[in-house]
């Protein structure tokens, strides 16, 4: 039976991931608006670079501040706070008179965007069941997606329909729209068990459980509980949960470094490169400024379509291993579309056949990003123990940013200056991220959030022997059990004394 309350609650709270993907869409159509370009005076490329980053470097700050507010406040009250300041942010953009403002704008808006990229794969994972958790979780990348498509639809629409600043205003004040609708719909949805425990009101937690188990017998729900319980209380007991401690701990310094290495190569693979400048890729390659808009337009739904796809089969695979397949066929992509563009030069004559396989190369490309961007955002949360997920994912995300950041300010520089040639830059780095996934990432598929802990040789709370038949008969049966965990004990108490 299908958990339809859990459903509900993750995709209503997924309405957060709209605004990074409407931001990334709707930045790349407003770069090539007529009248955008004429009212700032055709704004350099490092000033390009500028306003783009700057949404990056609000996102970092946002998703630092994310843990103080998620942990203290509530998952909730952290995707309701993020709504308004990227409110703020969006009006601010929309209502820019020079330069300055659209990147105060961009910053406002991507701190607040930080804090609900940041504060979204926490909830999710932290409701969905593992069975799910990769479908549920992945509801980010695909809201993430359908974002860019309305945006280049919305970008296209304003561009053909008004000659005047509503070309390049409206789309940006469109940002806000489903963030307005958020917050009012956060209300009714369910608050996570795990964060209700830490907080020691395990009343509601179980009602929650209930209401997200619909179906499941009373035993398998105190189960969970029980589980739940247990290894909170006993994390809240040993561990103190602040930064320092996050970096102390080696197993917990492990997770930070696995995180952060993902988040890294996931934007040297070049995704915000090309979804960020996609228009003015297109134009580069001899494109008219609305043939450029249409084909963003279709990439943006095709990225939509990809991310369906992902989400109904994720769970089905490793993650891991898709990870690493994806990274292969972006890596062929781009090393294609690279070669061909050495190849054929738009100021000469370029056969059709040749510009369309460059083209169809940016769709190849984002068919084997959707996957990978969808475990970016999962994988992280999973990883944690509820005492520092909420700090481990706002880090990760910070890192996401940062990396975002570099790639936003340089693309444009690089592709002024050597033009597809730079891709051959982001063909390296996937070369080299495939064997360190495949050396150093462990998987973290069909397991309980506590039952990841014995996959990072952390202490174990002897929960399992206390609870029901029933509950160990609709656990997983790829779930770790306590003799694996007391397999890794002597493990633990080395990294114990290391640290």
């Keep these: 039976m299908l958990p339809w309350t859990a459903l509900a609650a993750v995709a209503a709270a997924s309405l957060a991931a709209l605004s990074l993907g409407l931001d990334v869409g709707m930045i790349s159509s407003t770069l090539v608006q007529p009248t955008f370009l004429s009212y700032f005076d055709k704004p350099s490329p490092s000033s390009i670079g500028g306003v783009v980053a700057a949404f990056s470097a609000g996102a970092c700050f946002g998703a630092l501040s994310s843990a103080l507010i998620s942990d203290r406040y509530g998952r909730l009250w952290g995707l309701r ?40 794969p926490v909830y999710a994972s932290e409701v969905a069941p593992p069975n799910i958790r990769g479908a549920l979780g992945g509801f980010q990348m695909l809201m993430i997606s359908a974002a860019i498509f309305i945006a280049t639809a919305t970008g296209y629409g304003f561009g053909t329909s008004f000659t005047n600043d509503a070309q390049w205003r409206g789309p940006l004040a469109v940002q806000a729209a489903p963030l307005l609708l958020l917050v009012p719909i956060s209300f009714f949805i369910p608050e996570t068990p795990r964060y209700l425990v830490s907080k020691d009101r395990e009343d509601q937690a179980y009602r929650v459980l209930s209401k997200l188990h619909r179906g499941c017998s009373q035993a398998f729900i105190e189960g969970e509980l029980t589980e739940m319980v247990d290894q909170i209380r006993a994390e809240r007991a040993m561990f103190t949960p602040n930064w320092a401690e996050i970096f102390q701990r080696p197993s917990w310094r492990r997770r930070i470094l696995l995180i952060a290495g993902l988040q890294i190569m996931a934007q040297l693979t070049g995704i915000n490169c090309i979804q960020y400048y996609a228009s003015n890729i297109y134009e580069q390659l001899g494109f008219s400024t609305f043939d450029a808009l249409r084909l963003n337009l279709i990439y943006g739904a095709f990225g939509f379509i990809f991310n369906i796809f992902w989400v109904l089969t994720i769970d089905r695979f490793p993650r891991i291993r898709l990870i690493i397949g994806s990274l292969v066929l972006m890596c062929a992509a781009l090393l294609t579309q690279a070669v061909l563009s050495g190849v054929y030069d738009k100021r000469s004559y370029v056969s059709p056949d040749a510009l369309r396989a460059q083209v169809a190369m940016f769709f190849v490309f984002n068919l084997g990003f959707m996957a990978m961007g969808m475990l970016t955002w999962l994988i992280p949360p999973e990883m944690c123990p509820m005492v520092m997920r909420a700090k481990a994912n706002a880090l990760s995300v910070a890192v996401n940013n940062v990396a975002g950041l570099v790639v936003a300010e340089v693309a444009p520089i690089g592709l002024a200056h050597i033009g597809f040639k730079f891709f051959f830059l982001f063909v390296a780095c996937d070369l080299v991220a495939i064997p360190i996934l495949y050396l150093f990432y462990p998987e973290t598929s069909k397991l309980s959030l506590e039952e990841m802990n014995v996959t990072f040789a952390d202490e174990i709370v002897d929960h399992l022997q206390k609870v029901t038949p029933e509950y160990h008969a609709q656990r997983s049966p790829d779930a770790p059990t306590v003799s694996d965990a007391k397999k890794l004990e002597s493990t633990v108490v080395e990294e114990s004394v290391k640290s």
């Design 81 to 120: 706070i993020g709504s308004l300041i990227a409110v703020i942010g969006a009006a601010l953009q929309a209502g820019a008179v020079h330069v300055a403002m659209l990147i105060i704008g961009r910053l406002v808006n991507g701190f607040g965007a930080g804090i609900l990229t940041a504060t979204f």
